[in-house]
């Protein structure tokens, strides 16, 4: 690979090359294209040390077919069975695989599940979109109201991504959800066997989860509820909804492939869910994509509120978190005269006081709009608000951190709160990524400000990059040679057994990487985690 070839990751064509290079052939060869490749790696062929997380199921026991945890595991089965875009090595996005149109068959064969779906927040943006659908579902939970939530990808297991006022649904709830829309799916799959093009008439696994859920909300009569987008906007599968307030939270460089390589581009995606005459709230601040959705919401005729024109947020920077938990507070003014003061936070970082402001503007639209929120549900529901792997301390002494930061931006987020809230001896860091992602700007944030760096893979997706190879581009963008160990749990292991009390260890690159490695930290931590102190 020529020098050319790897200086900029965001185009298409060096990409794909990239790709080539990183792509362990070996590992992936009978996992490739699509979800019908998958459930292979989920019936207990996967490696060693892949955890029960990611929705992995095991295989039903001859001796117990009717037990509850057969049960599940047959729905997981039916769902991950079906084209996982999550988990294959292209991502085709077009109309012929993203379709608003299938979507809207399938849940006209449920009965229309989206009607019933109370207010409708409906999230989009690069980063910051789980973090906000967290706070305005703790926020209208705390206000009184049956709030469902549907957010992706998941950390450690399928239920979480269908929860009813902060918990997820059961496994018996997501059986019994699987066994009502199964046999609508399966009727469009054999409609879809008939014609000319099969797979595009096919629901996809991300299409059937989010009919499931708006399906579960219905059914539980919900008063609310906060969408989150899986992939851009546009073509996304949760756009079929009928929204009382849309967000944009960020717009970054991020699927560029899909979505286009410029920030213009991808802000024309994200822009899709806006509806005519439904209010939007932006935290996008650049002027290239900002001047996009101003553009677009002027077409449709769609109240436009803008961070830093229309609402404001000062934010306090906590220290010393290496030795105990400190008060992460906003201030917060918009031009409607909402003013919220010393607002505490359950999450850390400047970006995160951003996507509370932004939260602040949603629950804004709404209490105008008719929907009563105390400010003491606003100060509760902000401050209980918690989002694993997002930069989630898990321990101190050593300071232990997760993160799914998987692009520049979020790599960038999780640099600045590691210089300035924590106050170590050596930071030390275990990184996995997956091949269509920025991996020089990931590595050239969180390369010179650890000590100690080991590369590794997950094992739970195909689409991770080959750690050795990645460690000689390294080398060849930065300079800096790192350790390679191919097991993700044994290069945790390795790293940690080297960490001292005084040092900080973090594990991220992606969110297939935390989920890997969340259940097997937490256990070596009692008692953190959601809702924990830390």
Avoid at 118 to 126: C, K, M, S, W
Avoid at 185 to 202: F, K, S
Avoid at 206 to 230: I, Q, W
Avoid at 440 to 460: I, Q
């Amino acid at each position: 690979m020529g020098k050319g070839a790897t200086a900029d990751l965001s185009s298409g064509e060096k990409t794909s090359s990239l790709k080539e290079t990183l792509l362990d052939k070996p590992a992936v060869a009978s996992h490739v294209a699509l979800g019908s490749a998958l459930p292979s790696i989920m019936l207990g062929s996967a490696a060693p040390g892949l955890p029960s997380t990611l929705g992995r199921v095991q295989p039903m026991s001859s001796s117990q077919p009717d037990s509850a945890a057969s049960r599940r595991d047959e729905a997981a089965r039916f769902l991950f069975g079906r084209i996982d875009y999550e988990r294959t090595l292209a991502v085709p996005y077009r109309p012929r695989e993203f379709r608003l149109d299938r979507m809207e068959d399938l849940l006209r064969r449920l009965g229309s599940p989206r009607e019933r779906l109370g207010a409708v927040v409906h999230v989009a943006g690069t980063k910051g979109k789980g973090s906000v659908t967290a706070m305005v579902q703790s926020v209208l939970t705390r206000a009184g109201y049956r709030t469902g939530a549907y957010t992706s990808p998941h950390v450690d297991r399928i239920e979480e991504r269908i929860a009813l006022d902060g918990r997820p649904c059961s496994a018996e709830e997501l059986v019994d959800l699987v066994a009502r829309v199964r046999p609508a799916a399966e009727e469009m799959d054999a409609l879809a066997a008939e014609g000319p093009d099969p797979e595009a008439g096919r629901p996809t696994f991300f299409e059937v989860v989010t009919a499931v859920a708006m399906r579960h909300f219905a059914d539980r009569s919900v008063d609310a509820t906060v969408l989150e987008v899986g992939l851009g906007g546009r073509l996304d599968a949760t756009n079929v909804c009928r929204p009382a307030v849309t967000i944009i939270t960020s717009i970054s460089l991020d699927h560029t492939q899909q979505l286009g390589g410029t920030l213009a581009a991808i802000a024309g995606e994200k822009a899709g869910i806006i509806k005519p005459g439904v209010p939007l709230v932006s935290g996008v601040v650049p002027d290239e994509p900002r001047d996009v959705i101003r553009a677009v919401c002027r077409d449709r005729g769609a109240p436009l509120i803008e961070m830093e024109r229309d609402f404001t947020f000062a934010y306090r920077l906590p220290r010393d978190l290496q030795t105990a938990d400190a008060a992460v507070e906003i201030d917060y003014r918009d031009r409607f005269g909402a003013r919220h003061d010393a607002i505490r936070l359950g999450l850390l970082g400047a970006h995160q006081a951003a996507n509370a402001a932004v939260a602040l503007a949603a629950l804004g639209v709404l209490r105008r709009g008719g929907l009563a929120i105390a400010e003491t549900a606003l100060r509760e529901g902000l401050a209980a608000a918690v989002c694993p792997a997002r930069i989630e301390v898990v321990g101190r002494r050593p300071v232990v951190i997760i993160d799914a930061a998987h692009n520049r931006a979020s790599a960038a987020a999780l640099v600045a709160v590691l210089r300035e809230s924590f106050a170590v001896r050596r930071r030390r860091l275990l990184f996995a990524a997956t091949l269509d992602k920025d991996l020089r700007g990931m590595l050239d944030e969180l390369l010179p400000v650890f000590d100690d760096v080991v590369f590794t893979k997950y094992s739970n997706n195909p689409r991770g990059a080959d750690p050795a190879e990645l460690a000689r581009l390294s080398a060849q963008w930065t300079g800096r040679r790192v350790e390679v160990v191919p097991s993700a749990a044994d290069a945790w292991a390795a790293l940690r057994a080297r960490t001292e009390p005084e040092d900080l260890v973090c594990a991220t690159g992606s969110f297939f990487l935390a989920s890997e490695l969340r259940p097997r930290i937490l256990a070596a931590h009692p008692g953190t985690g959601p809702g924990s102190s830390y």
